[in-house]
């Protein structure tokens, strides 16, 4: 399992990889968004890595938390200007209805407006959190962000 407190496990990947412009996005992505209880996959060009982008999928279990399996993807990729861009996608299965989700976010200083079927909410922060509907009545929440790494000063 991975640890957050020693260097997180899709940062230890990318320094292996020698993809220098990511390793700050990474680890600012992986700190904001992991804890202590996680398994890591990453995926690479295997030819070039430092030229393409770089993903890790990470099944995190929150002990304490409603769900208790979250799915967390980092995606990071060097840019032209030497720095590197990354998204991270967080996926929650909930066992509730997206209008229950929709009431307690919007109770708590969220907006949210419809996307085809399904819901987006921005929270306090701007941040988007998809609300899609699951089966059996229940809700997957979606939530995006980007990190945006700086060029290196010439």
Known sequence: MG???ESPLPVQHVT????????GVMDKMARGNLNQHYEAQSAWNKDAPAEHVFQS???MHTPQGMPQDV????????TPNGAC??????????AVDCQSVKKQMENNGSTSRPIINALVVFDKNGQRI??????ANT????AVDSTY??????
């Open 16 to 23: 292996q990889l020698g993809i220098q412009p990511c390793i």
């Open 71 to 78: 799915l967390v993807a980092l995606t990071a990729t060097p």
């Open 57 to 59: 999928v990470v099944v």
């Open 3 to 5: 640890r957050v407190a």
């Open 130 to 135: 998809f609300l899609l509907p699951g089966m």
């Open 149 to 154: 790494g700086v060029p290196p000063k010439k």
């Open 85 to 94: 861009d990354g998204v991270t996608v967080q996926v929650f299965p909930l």
């Open 139 to 142: 809700c997957i929440a979606v």
